[in-house]
């Protein structure tokens, strides 16, 4: 069993910036990617960046590409996402999430976090 738990979420203007951290816990030899997902307020959750963890390849959703970059540190077990450029539209409840295969859909992650809160004001 994988345990997630994501930090540094919070409360920025536009145009800010801001990352955050994934750790994982226990049985992690299984994990094959890790990624990030979001769920902002009325809307459904959706796919952000995903990481390959044996060859850091990496994708982003259109929404966040040149703006948003995962990165890993494998021997720590740790991901982040460093957050620039933020806009009022990327308020969410920002979740980690792992799995096996690389994929963007979420129904292929086994293992997610509890969230954490990121705010962008205008």
């Known amino acids: 069993q994988v345990q997630l738990v994501e930090s540094g979420g919070g409360l920025v203007q536009a145009g800010g910036s801001l990352t955050l951290s994934c750790t994982a816990s226990?049985?992690?030899?299984?994990?094959?990617?890790m990624g990030w997902f979001r769920q902002g307020p009325g809307k459904e959750r959706e796919f952000v960046a995903l990481i390959n963890w044996s060859d850091s390849s990496t994708a982003y959703a259109d929404s966040v590409k040149g703006r948003f970059t995962i990165s890993r540190d494998g021997a720590r077990n740790l991901v982040f996402l460093r957050m620039s450029s933020l806009k009022p539209e990327d308020t969410a409840l920002y979740y980690c999430a792992a799995g096996r295969l690389f994929t963007a859909r979420m129904r292929d992650f086994d293992a997610w976090g509890q969230g954490t809160q990121v705010t962008v004001s205008s």
């Open positions: 226990g049985r992690t030899s299984s994990t094959g990617v």
